[in-house]
DNA sequence: TACCTGACGCCTG
DNA sequence: CCAGGCGCCAGGT
């Protein structure tokens, strides 16, 4: 489809499944297209209500302040494994998703997205 | 067309 | 672990 890089982005983000996360750069090798800095950027313009923002996040599973307290509440209720000692940074050895083979080719540039 | 922004990520010292 | 530098690339203006 013609869909933006932004709307792919947001679209990955509603499939990552409550208590798990994924990396800015995460997104972008699974979309095979632009890089965390893109991915930021998409996610900076908001996306659509309800988007579970809060599942996407640095590398070292941490998110900036302004969105960290939001996050962590959200993390509470979905038991997100996170790093108290960390300053409740997620621990992505263990939340990191990897999504199934189907769930990667779904979500490749290029796929015709049947559904 | 050129320039600028951005919720990043990796390397180097 | 901390700080600084630079690459990355999709929009918007």
Known sequence: MDSSFAERVHDLVAAI????????????????????????????????PGNPWWRVVRVDGSLPPRLAAAAVAEYRVEGTPVLVAQGSRID???????????????YRRGSSGDG
């Open 17 to 48: 499944p409550p208590g798990q996360a994924l990396s800015y750069g995460d997104v972008a090798e699974i979309l095979e297209a632009g890089g965390p800095r893109q991915v930021a950027k998409a996610m900076a313009q908001g996306g659509p």
């Open 92 to 106: 992505m050895r263990r939340a990191r998703w990897t999504p199934a083979d189907a769930v990667l080719d779904h």
